[in-house]
């Protein structure tokens, strides 16, 4: 099991993740990140937002990134 930390990057902006999580693999680390992206999305849209825009950064425990997961969508709002 490695440790990976999952922050959240928007522009300069990062919302980085003190805990970390252990996990066994970077594939694991990214497929996790891409679960809580969802509750993410979710929590956006439900205050309003009709874009969302940021990253996934996955860092190891020495801080080296590893991986970024572009997570965009745009919501239409139909009447």
């Known amino acids: 099991m490695a440790l990976f930390y999952i922050h959240i990057c928007s522009g300069t902006d990062v919302a980085a993740n003190p805990e970390g999580i252990e996990l066994p693999s970077l ?4 497929a996790h990140a891409r679960e809580g992206a ?3 999305v979710a ?7 009709d874009a969302v825009d940021f990253d ?5 425990e020495s ?4 991986a970024v997961i572009p997570i965009s969508a ?4 139909l009447s």
Do not use: D, T
């Open 43 to 49: 929590a956006q849209i439900s205050e309003g937002s």
């Open 74 to 77: 745009k919501v239409l709002g």
């Open 27 to 30: 594939e694991a680390a990214c």
């Open 63 to 66: 801080g080296v990134p590893l």
């Open 38 to 40: 969802r509750s993410l």
């Open 56 to 60: 996934l950064c996955i860092e190891n």
